[in-house]
């Protein structure tokens, strides 16, 4: 379908580093992962008034992860758990409480957000409303070039068009409108937003989830796909953990703002340390017929964030807990040489 290669199409990418007032000489290969956060949290304070004091929500709580160049980190968790603030963060959105964002080892506080957005780019859960119904595809994929001042007009409509050539979509899909779609059509012009600032990292905020099973498939190929051909890295945010192992190279679970458990795909879908990753694979429905929606003992709804539970905020609704679970909480400890960190007092 293409007569070159997706990146020449493309084109090459930005500088690796992010312009900002702490930054140093680039060397010519960076040992840092393509993304770290570092003790990152976020507090929010609700209600409150002149003579009433607030309650602090802890929506992330000293969340620390790196994501090597070039892998995919699946984050996986109930909704509610913290996910989307964490993407928030990632992108600038909104600033963290505590801790620190750093690309290719430049912290994000202080950073220029255009040079930002060269770097990091988004897909959203929802193709329906992440796009303006109003203007065309073209202009849709091409506004982070105008915004940017990057080419001509007739230098922005070529790259416009090899870039929906890239993600399969037909070049006389730039005149029409997000109406005229359909909802994997809506989702690769997405993708092609994200792709046409040539980004090194991509956060994929359930990118799937608004699709149809079939075209789901579609979609996660797509990724795989580009990832391998741009070297991207990919921060995967989900709640369907057969979507995450098919995409994902590592996988970090989210109970209540915390990672309490982070591995390899294989550690984590075979031989799940924390009580609570082990109750997200068993709650995945089966094929079979008759079984019906599977039981998988937790019991209560996740605690209020606002008013966590002592000692491991799991424990209320953990089949295994015993009095330390109550008492102090578990701290992520690493296992298997350092491959693999659990937040459990039992595992």
Known sequence: MKAQSTAEMVGSRPSSRISNASSTPETSQSPNPALELCGLSKSFTLGGGLFKRGR?????????????????????GESGCGKSTLAKMLLGLTSPTEGDVLVDGEPLRGADQKALARHIQPIFQDPYSSLNPRKRIAQI???????????????????????????????????????????????????????????????????????????????????????????LTYLFISHDLAVVEHLVDRVAVMYLGRIV????????????????????????????????????????????????????AFHPRCPKAQAICQQTRPRLEEFRGGNARVACHLA
């Open 56 to 76: 602090t929500l802890g929506a992330v709580n000293d969340v620390s992860l790196r994501i090597p160049r070039g892998q995919v980190m699946g984050l996986v």
């Open 141 to 231: 994929v091409g506004l982070p070039l105008r915004v940017h001042g990057i080419g001509t007009a007739r230098e922005q409509a070529t790259r416009v068009a090899e870039t929906l050539d890239v993600v399969g979509l037909p070049r006389r899909a730039a005149e029409q409108f997000p109406g005229q779609l359909s909802g994997g059509q809506r989702q690769r012009v997405a993708i092609a937003r994200a792709l046409i600032m040539r980004p090194d990292i991509v956060i994929c905020d359930e990118p799937t989830s608004a699709l149809d099973v079939s075209v789901q498939a579609q979609i996660l190929n797509l990724l795989l796909d580009l990832k391998t051909e741009f070297g």
């Open 261 to 312: 458990e982070e591995g390899s795909r294989e550690q984590i879908f075979s031989a799940p340390r924390h009580p609570y990753t082990q109750a997200l694979l068993d709650s995945a429905l089966t094929p079979e017929p008759g079984l019906g929606v599977p039981d998988i003992g937790l019991g209560d709804a996740m605690p209020d964030p606002s008013n966590p539970p002592s000692g491991c």
